[in-house]
Every structure is written in C-alpha cells, then in structure tokens.
C-alpha cells in the first residue's frame, strides 16, 4: 500500500526552526519526485519545495534560503529542514508523491510568539 506520513509539526517561535518528515512505504521514495506543500488557513495548498530522483531541489520564492528539502534513502524518508520561521509559514504540511501520486493527511506548523 502507497502511503506517506508526515511528522514533526507543532509550534514554534518566529526566527525558531522545526524539521518535518515524511515516511514513505509501498514504494521506494528516491525513485520518485516528492514534493512538500503547504495550506494556511482560508488559502489554497501552495507548492514548497520538491526533490527529484537525482536529488535536484527546488523551492517556491518565499521560502528559498531558509528551508532545505532532503531524503534520507537508508529510511525512505523526506525531510523539509525551516529555518528562520515567519508567522505566515503557519500551514498545514503536506508530503505528495509516488507512482500514483499521494498525499499525506499533513502535519501542522505553527509560528507564533
């Protein structure tokens, strides 16, 4: 079964960091684009960054330089490292990806003061 599932959300402070994961079974992640993206609450989802499978990452304007995509092949997993977190990073984070393209139920990040 395809599955993503995402962890690591929760609150942090402006300027503060936090690491999502998203674990990836049924399917070998690094063989497949994954992407990260993310709703705030009364937007649409929003792309956030992707890594291919020859590792390429790419990022939407607003977060470039302060977050960082990474999978870890070993635990099949996808990590989104935020750094400098702004209060409209406030979101919840979803993992999409694999041979038929799914979606994780999200984790949410919170930034505020």
């Known amino acids: 079964q395809v599955q993503l599932v995402e962890s690591g959300g929760g609150l942090a402070q402006p300027g503060g960091s936090l690491r999502l994961s998203c674990a990836a079974s049924?399917?070998?992640?690094?063989?497949?684009?994954m992407d990260w993206y993310r709703q705030a609450p009364g937007k649409q989802r929003e792309f956030v960054a992707i890594?291919?499978?020859?590792?390429?990452?790419a990022y939407t304007d607003s977060v470039r330089g302060r977050f960082t995509v990474s999978r870890d092949n070993t635990k099949n997993t996808i990590y989104l490292q935020m750094n400098n977190l702004k209060q409209e990073d406030t979101a919840v984070y979803f993992c999409?990806?694999?041979?038929?393209?799914?979606w994780g139920k999200g984790t949410l990040v919170t930034v505020s003061s």
């Open positions: 049924g399917f070998i992640a690094s063989s497949y684009a």
């Open positions: 999409y990806g694999g041979p038929t393209g799914v």
């Open positions: 890594i291919t499978s020859s590792g390429s990452t």
